[in-house]
């Protein structure tokens, strides 16, 4: 079992930044694939990045690469995503989830994100 905490959400202007963290307890953090995901209002969650376990391997979507880097700290058991030029679409509450054998089984509750234009 393993309990995911987002932390740092908030609003910021439109270019500003911002960096999430999803810190976890439980079961050995390090052997799961760390996600984030966002849903803004009316629209599906959507995938935004992943870290693979020994955070060699990233992927992001589209819509932020080259605004978005994730990355991990296994000794902290916690995943972070450092969010640079925000948009106002980029607006949405943001979650972090903990995966293992394709599949994103641990979601955390989420943290609120507004840029404002």
């Known amino acids: 079992q393993v309990q995911l905490v987002e932390s740092g959400g908030g609003l910021v202007q439109a270019g500003g930044s911002l960096r999430l963290s999803c810190a976890a307890s439980?079961?050995?953090?390090?052997?799961?694939?760390m996600g984030w995901f966002r849903q803004a209002p009316g629209k599906e969650r959507e995938f935004v990045a992943h870290?693979?376990?020994?955070?060699?391997?990233?992927l992001y979507a589209n819509s932020v690469k080259g605004r978005f880097t994730i990355s991990r700290d296994n000794a902290k058991s916690t995943v972070y995503l450092q969010m640079n030029s925000l948009k106002p679409e980029d607006t949405a509450v943001y979650y972090c989830?903990?995966?293992?054998?394709?599949?994103?089984?641990?979601w955390g509750q989420g943290t609120q994100v507004t840029v404002s234009s």
């Open positions: 989830a903990a995966g293992i054998f394709g599949e994103y089984v641990y």
């Open positions: 870290i693979r376990s020994s955070g060699g391997i990233t």
């Open positions: 439980g079961s050995s953090f390090s052997v799961y694939r």
